[in-house]
């Protein structure tokens, strides 16, 4: 059973660009929640998608958003990107939402801005 | 690989001991508790769970600990291999609140062979 992949793994830009990221989940898997991981911060959560439809927000501006598709595949885009969103950016996939029971979290993608 | 925490507490502990790695966690309306394992370069890796109505859960070789009173969550485990060494973090997940983890800060274990 294949397990949640993130693509890219890295990937460079430059300030002011924006960036799309794709996260595929488990097979079976209908929720999926994106994380933010940077050294001063910790893991924080961004968002979580169930059945294409937004479920729960972190506290980050509006420049970051994301959406789901039918298969739950789901992307995450970040506009106007700033130097302080230099991060690994992690994808959860688990069974269904309401309870974050056995997520199981992608290798991320590592976002460098300069 | 991966810097998962510059400044994260470490804990050294020698091949074959007990470990014991502590969190403090935030919410007290949190009803379900996990522990994951992230090794350089890749993703959190669930190690086990457990929900607010038990004070102790066993799995293969580690164990967790809930004391609700004071908002505390450990784990142990036991004879401690090479392999175990990464960075531990707890994370919290409460009703109403879906899918959304809250995690701590986490915690680097180094064992020494």
């Known amino acids: 059973k294949a397990g949640v992949t993130q693509t890219p793994r890295y990937l460079i830009k430059t300030r002011g660009q924006q960036v799309t990221l794709s996260c595929s989940p488990i097979s079976g898997h209908r929720s999926v929640s994106w994380y933010q991981q940077t050294p001063g911060q910790g893991l924080q959560f961004l968002f979580e998608?169930?059945?294409?439809?937004?479920?729960n927000k972190g506290n980050f501006p509006g420049r970051f958003s994301g959406r789901q598709f039918s298969n739950s595949r789901s992307e995450m885009n970040v506009s106007t990107l700033e130097l302080g969103d230099s991060a690994l950016y992690l994808c959860a996939s688990s069974l269904a939402s309401g309870r974050a029971t056995e997520a199981f979290f992608g290798q991320g993608t590592r976002l460098t801005v300069v | 690989g991966e810097s998962v925490g510059l400044h994260l507490p470490t804990l050294s502990v020698q091949e074959g001991d007990n470990s014991i790695i502590n969190c403090a966690y935030s919410n007290s309306a949190s009803d379900y508790f996990i522990w994951y394992k992230q090794e350089s370069g890749k993703g959190p890796q669930f190690i086990i769970d457990i929900r607010s109505n038990m004070d102790k859960r066993q799995g293969q070789r580690v164990t967790v600990l809930l004391n609700k009173t004071v908002k505390h969550l450990s784990l142990q485990i036991a004879a401690t291999q090479p392999g175990d060494s990464a960075v531990y973090f707890c994370a919290e997940n409460g009703d109403n609140q879906g899918g959304k983890l809250i995690f701590g800060q986490g915690t680097e274990l180094s064992v020494k062979p």
């Open positions: 998608y169930f059945s294409e439809t937004q479920r």
